[in-house]
């Protein structure tokens, strides 16, 4: 975990989560309002972000959907002194993956970072995966330009918009396995 934002507007809290997840050498960025949140969320880049639901200018859920609408990343976990299930589901369906009621416990924040630095790792080794995949298996262009070359690449399009199954036949050395993998990587 590199950094934590903190947006809250009761001081003593946002000040004791500050102290305590830099005692772990964590970065950690607080906000109060609405506003100076979405500007150092913008420029920081958290991993993780514990947003309040109560903030003097904007309520948590709608502090998220702005985040969002501004393609703004982390994981949300969203924190309030009221057990109220219709602001839990809002921001759950929002994108917030947790929901932690004051008085926050520090075992179960500790766990909670424990869970997002896994699935950071966890979605790097499917990003890296993926790539490999991709550059591993990455169709081979077709070259041509003979009437023949062209009827093929047009039946290509054709066939790789259409959920049918297709047979292709022909000689050795005729490019089949090039065709399959174009309208493979097509459709």
Known sequence: MQKILVIDDDSALAQTLKLYFQSKG???????TAEEALSAWQNTQPDLVL???QLPDLNGPQLLAKAKEMKLEGEVVMITAF??????????????????????????LDLLVKKIDLRKKEKEKID????????????KQIIGR??????????????????????????TGTGKELVAQTIHYQA
């Open 146 to 171: 003979s009437k023949g070359i062209l009827n093929v690449v047009k039946a290509i399009v054709q066939v790789s918009k259409s959920p049918a199954t297709v047979l292709i036949e022909g000689e």
């Open 83 to 108: 057990q109220d299930t219709e602001a839990t589901l809002h921001a759950l369906s929002l994108g917030a993956i947790d929901y932690l009621y004051k008085p926050l416990d520090l075992d179960d």
């Open 26 to 32: 964590i970065d950690v960025i607080v906000s109060s």
């Open 128 to 139: 890296k995966l993926t790539y490999a995949i991709s550059e591993t298996y990455k169709p």
């Open 51 to 53: 947003l309040d639901v």
